[in-house]
């Protein structure tokens, strides 16, 4: 334990510290099989990466339900899209030069167009999942209704 006092043996856990850690295990592994239970079939090598990583996230805050599979799929498609364009860039540059009867142009390579249109396909799907920390404030709770009789009812 890091702090201002010395490691001393006087550094007691809380009896219920290792319940604690044992219930996280548990849930932390029963959304692992959720997730590979919900795992679309036929999926590629790079759509899994990204399926294993966002959907375990999405299972933690409890938006990965059965229903949802084929957006959050469609997601893992387009963020590998996304990523397969964006090396594309890399590798080819975002621009090109053509001579013609206008002389000599520099237009871009159609994959900058295509990145772009799928970066706003993306991001709206991270904005219907919650997934930024703007569109996240959507999906909590914590402001109740104002129909709904709570506590301060009674106040």
């Not at 759509?47 to 938006?63: H, I, P, S, T």
């Not at 599979?69 to 899209?81: G, L, N």
């Not at 249109?117 to 996240?136: C, D, H, I, K, Y």
Request: glycine share 8%.
């Amino acid at each position: 334990m890091a702090g201002r006092y010395p490691q001393g043996g006087n550094v007691v856990s809380h009896p219920a510290a290792e319940q604690n850690e044992q219930a996280s295990a548990e849930k932390e592994a029963e959304l692992k099989e959720l997730v590979k239970e919900l795992r679309p079939r036929g999926i590629t090598k790079e759509e899994r990466r990204v399926w294993d990583r966002v959907a375990l996230e999405l299972a933690k805050v409890n938006r990965l339900k059965p229903l949802f599979v084929d957006y959050v799929y469609e997601y893992c498609r387009t963020k590998v899209e996304m990523d397969e364009l964006r090396q594309f860039i890399v590798d080819n540059g975002r621009t090109y030069t053509v001579i013609g009867r206008n002389g000599k142009q520099i237009k871009n390579h159609p994959e900058v167009g295509q990145l772009r249109e799928v970066g706003r396909f993306w991001n709206s799907m991270v904005a219907q999942l919650g997934m930024s920390p703007a569109t996240e404030l959507r999906f909590n709770d914590k402001q109740g209704s104002l129909f709904c009789e709570d506590d301060f009812d009674r106040l």
